[in-house]
């Protein structure tokens, strides 16, 4: 398909206004984004409409939304303009309808409905049923949200948030993804942090705690609060625990050792304690 760029809308010129309101405005057009850093470029098969009253561009999908190495594709694109202070416009929201796909060097993000704040370069991303997320050998998804906050470089799942690494499962209510590049210069998960709720599955035991950190290349993680360890009829618990899930080793903590950090949700200091468990013994058989 050849796409035909009739307008090339231009901030710096400020030709908006000379512009007459059309149902099918153009199949692609170029304007500046709200924070002046990358310029935001929309093709769409269908037309772009405009709306001069509600300053809306409409883009008949599929519509693809490029800024940067950041391509969105969607059914349907929407772009909210507002003035700025040269005389121009700049667009600071774009809201993606409909089969939605984020592409970025080594993610790829699908959802139902996405909103892009151009001036924070934030995208939530919902209505995926869930929303997924794949970066290299990660998979995360959520029931809820999928947040990407492109210039920390991290994404946030929320709600029955999940991360699957090789044979390696986390889930947790909340979870944050922290991008880095290999020695190859791919783009991989490097820190996963969960919280509340948090499970930890391999093929021998399942580790649950209230939060976690867990460093993706080494495979260590460090639990903290309501530390549980199971592995088949054995459990230990503790307050917190250093856990490799490459080789299986475990170290469960005393409050002891772990006092002075305070719990972020209740402010507590936790108190002196044993580590407990219960070894069930195999039979003869």
Same mark, same amino acid.
């Given at each position: 398909?050849?796409?035909?760029?009739?307008?090339?809308?231009?901030?710096?010129?400020?030709?908006?206004?000379e512009?007459?309101?059309?149902?099918?405005?153009?199949?692609?057009?170029?304007?500046q984004?709200g924070n002046?850093?990358?310029?935001?470029?929309?093709?769409?098969?269908g037309?772009?409409?405009?709306?001069?009253?509600?300053?809306?561009?409409?883009?008949?999908?599929p519509?693809?939304?490029?800024?940067g190495?950041?391509v969105?594709?969607?059914?349907?694109?929407?772009?909210?303009?507002?003035?700025?202070?040269s005389?121009?416009?700049e667009?600071?929201?774009?809201?993606?309808?409909?089969?939605v796909?984020?592409?970025?060097?080594?993610?790829?993000?699908?959802?139902?409905?996405?909103?892009?704040?151009?001036?924070?370069?934030?995208i939530?991303? &919902?209505? =995926?049923?869930? !929303?997924?997320?794949?970066?290299? $050998? +990660?998979v995360i998804?959520? #029931?809820?949200?999928?947040?990407?906050?492109?210039?920390?470089?991290?994404?946030?799942?929320?709600?029955?948030?999940?991360?699957?690494?090789?044979?390696?499962?986390?889930?947790?209510d909340?979870m944050?993804a922290?991008?880095?590049?290999?020695?190859?210069?791919?783009?991989e998960?490097?820190?996963?942090?969960?919280?509340?709720n948090?499970?930890?599955?391999?093929?021998?035991e399942q580790?649950?705690?209230?939060r976690?950190?867990y460093?993706?290349p080494?495979?260590?993680?460090?639990?903290?609060?309501?530390?549980?360890i &199971?592995? =088949?009829?054995? !459990?230990?618990?503790?307050?917190? $625990? +250093?856990?490799?899930?490459? #080789?299986g080793?475990?170290?469960?903590?005393t409050?002891?050792?772990t006092?002075?950090?305070?719990?972020?949700?209740t402010?507590t200091?936790?108190?002196?304690?044993?580590?407990?468990?219960?070894?069930q013994?195999?039979?003869k058989?």
């Amino acid at each position: 398909m050849i796409r035909i760029f009739v307008v090339v809308l231009m901030v710096c010129v400020g030709i908006l206004a000379e512009l007459k309101p059309s149902p099918a405005l153009a199949q692609g057009m170029n304007m500046q984004a709200g924070n002046g850093e990358l310029p935001l470029t929309i093709d769409a098969s269908g037309g772009i409409e405009w709306n001069q009253k509600e300053k809306i561009f409409t883009a008949a999908g599929p519509a693809t939304a490029t800024r940067g190495d950041m391509v969105l594709d969607a059914d349907e694109l929407r772009a909210y303009y507002r003035e700025n202070a040269s005389g121009g416009s700049e667009i600071f929201r774009l809201d993606a309808i409909g089969n939605v796909r984020i592409t970025s060097p080594g993610r790829v993000a699908t959802g139902g409905y996405a909103v892009y704040d151009v001036d924070k370069s934030v995208i939530v991303l &919902k209505d =995926g049923n869930p !929303v997924k997320l794949v970066a290299g $050998a +990660d998979v995360i998804t959520a #029931t809820g949200q999928l947040e990407f906050w492109d210039k920390k470089d991290i994404a946030v799942a929320r709600g029955n948030a999940k991360a699957v690494h090789l044979d390696k499962r986390i889930q947790a209510d909340v979870m944050t993804a922290h991008f880095i590049q290999d020695k190859a210069g791919k783009t991989e998960i490097g820190r996963i942090e969960a919280f509340d709720n948090v499970r930890i599955d391999t093929d021998n035991e399942q580790v649950f705690s209230d939060r976690a950190a867990y460093n993706v290349p080494s495979g260590l993680a460090r639990l903290t609060g309501s530390v549980k360890i &199971k592995r =088949g009829d054995n !459990v230990l618990n503790g307050c917190s $625990a +250093d856990i490799d899930l490459n #080789t299986g080793i475990n170290r469960l903590n005393t409050c002891e050792e772990t006092k002075g950090a305070k719990n972020p949700q209740t402010g507590t200091t936790p108190k002196s304690s044993r580590v407990h468990g219960v070894l069930q013994p195999r039979s003869k058989e």
